[in-house]
């Protein structure tokens, strides 16, 4: 009876954050639940989690784990560097640089130098990690992103550049879990941020992650703001065969490849003027 209460508290407690518009859709709760008790659903062009309450065991780890309920950032620059940040901008850091991958097919195929890429693939082959968490498009759902782990040099570069549409990266953290080794997790500041809480009330978890690295974010476009796009260009959704945000180099163009093997690339110039102008121009970068 007792877990049977805790289930609904939780699932009540989870419902408040994506209600009151806290949810990032970012994965923790579903990859940090040790009993699969959390599923994750396209709501409204969003992945928002749905809790099975015959599954739960009011561990909490998921509440304890999510960075739209709370983050304690002085908490967590103190467990991960022993010390408040340097800077209210940069938080702590040892340096400030500017670089791309010197390998030129890597470079090409990626959105901007490929440096996380290259990160990878060297943390890989010097032996430093066993896998990374990245994520690709999925094959039979060309729209749709698919988290996994990367154990080859391959499988990172086919997780290559950016997915502009939301990604719940941390359902993949479910993997690092089961698998032996030491691994790299790849996210936005929002997948970050979770990671960092579920690796303080997940000890197993914190001992398997020795590379985190974190990418610049301003917010993310919904799964309709692709679908508006695709509808102005007179593309059927159904008939896509593959989609890249961002290809053939920089800028680069949207590119997408029909089911019958016919490419439509968008334009840089048109990709600006019709699409990120408009969705993302007014955001990106605003001061906060």
Not at 112 to 139: N, T, W
Not at 205 to 217: N, V
């Amino acid at each position: 009876m007792k877990d049977e209460i805790g289930a609904v508290i939780l699932k009540i407690a989870i419902k408040s954050i994506v209600e009151s518009n806290l949810c990032t859709g970012c994965g923790t709760c579903m990859g940090i639940c040790p009993n699969g008790a959390i599923e994750f659903c396209i709501v409204d062009g969003l992945y928002l989690p749905q809790v099975q309450e015959t599954k739960c065991t009011s561990c909490g780890l998921c509440i304890k784990s999510c960075p739209g309920y709370i983050v304690d950032f002085e908490k967590l620059f103190f467990s991960i560097f022993g010390k408040q940040h340097d800077s209210g901008l940069l938080g702590n850091y040892l340096g400030c640089y500017i670089g791309h991958s010197s390998d030129e097919y890597i470079r090409y195929n990626s959105s901007s130098g490929g440096m996380i890429s290259q990160l990878l693939i060297f943390a890989l082959e010097e032996g430093m990690i066993d896998g990374a968490l990245v994520v690709r498009m999925r094959k039979n759902k060309p729209l749709e992103p698919e988290p996994f782990i990367a154990t080859t040099r391959e499988q990172i570069i086919s997780a290559s550049k950016s997915k502009y549409c939301p990604v719940p990266a941390n359902v993949a953290l479910k993997e690092i879990m089961s698998q032996r080794g030491k691994f790299a997790v790849v996210g936005l500041p929002c997948h970050i941020h979770g990671i960092r809480k579920a690796e303080v009330v997940n000890k197993k978890l914190r001992e398997k992650i020795s590379l985190h690295l974190g990418l610049f974010c301003s917010h993310t476009v919904n799964f309709l703001g692709t679908e508006v796009l695709l509808e102005k260009f007179g593309i059927d959704k159904h008939a896509i065969g593959k989609l890249e945000y961002r290809a053939n180099g920089w800028p680069g163009n949207l590119s997408i490849t029909l089911a019958n093997k016919h490419v439509v690339r968008l334009k840089h110039c048109d990709f600006r003027k019709e699409w990120w102008n408009p969705l993302f121009g007014p955001y990106f970068f605003t001061p906060l």
